[in-house]
DNA sequence: GGCAACTGGTTTCATTTGAAACTATATGTT
DNA sequence: AACATATAGTTTCAAATGAAACCAGTTGCC
């Protein structure tokens, strides 16, 4: 370890500090974290704003929260899903896709059909007005994502996306 | 509206899809989304997985809350914040962040100061022990960063930043 | 000085959450 | 066939959450 600046972190003038960081010699006195330069909390502070912006959409002007609007996308995306299925996609534990679930079918906005073969899975599947909320919805959502976007390049967007995955592949490695 | 495409979406092969997506024309059939190449997912979801593998360091480890790594973090970077301040920093609600300092404040682990001036306020300072618990935890977290960002050329990681940044001036654009 | 409006921080209360218990079905093992 | 083990989905319960009420102090205005 004692490796901090592998990536050289542009901006290492900590603003306005001795900026006397990174660790290794001999620690006197405590290291500092600068939050803005932490990658976990500026990724999770700026997905957390997109979500909750996001979800003033549909929570607001289709009354989804969150959970049900993830529902809701996987099946528009696929159809014949199971609770499982959905909660392993999301990563929302059982508890949460079972409510979501609940709720939407109290709505009628999906329906649920036993499966012959194993008596315990339900398939759900989009009702029509389940579909027609989401035609509106998913443009609206789009669009709001491509506002979002307009500010990156093309490029800009698509090393994003790459640099996303590669951060999902070293996760799950790390994660074993 | 209907401008789907502006970014070219790369790896338009949706993994084992008829891939039939992207609407446009004239929409008879429902529009679908999917939600691996929404950007507000992927990054919520990344954003997630991270915040939840790095909780397990300071969670299991050392005890703390989500919360309460930021409140301690936030006076690791700067001395004599107010709960005010940190709660606009971390954007957590001030119930939360209130909450966040009793327990600290119950483990000795930061101590507060009444404002002269002002009798509402007070100033939060780490105590002996927080630093001392920094100084084991800051390095840790980093540790664990640096293997996360391991994967990342140096290229890679400032524009990660980059791109963030922009996406989050625009959000703020968007916001109002 | 006194009154209204405001602000920092805490508390209350109803809602949401997730872990664990539970139900019902399925699978494997002897 | 009988029994243990596993799995899909629901429910329960205690803890976490956030909106709004609240308290204490401050500021502005007459």
Redesign the interface.
Known sequence: ?T??P???K?SDA?PG?PAGHD?GSH?DE??????GQ??????????????Q??SRIYGERFGITIAEW?VL??L???EELTAKQIGE???MDKAKVSRAIQALEGRTLIRRTQSAQDQRVQYLH?TQQG??L??EL??Q???W????????S?E?????????A??????TH??R
């Open positions: 370890m490796s901090r592998r990536h050289p542009l900590t500090g660790i620690d405590p290291p500092r974290l600068d939050l932490f990658l976990p909390y500026r990724l999770n502070s700026l997905a957390d704003r997109i979500s912006a996001l993830r996308a996987w528009s995306h696929r996609h999301t990563r989009l579909e027609a989401l035609s998913i443009p959502a789009r669009a994502e491509d506002e979002l976007l307009a500010t990156l093309s800009e967007y698509r090393d994003l996306l790459a640099t996303m590669k951060l999902e592949r070293q996760l790390l994660e």
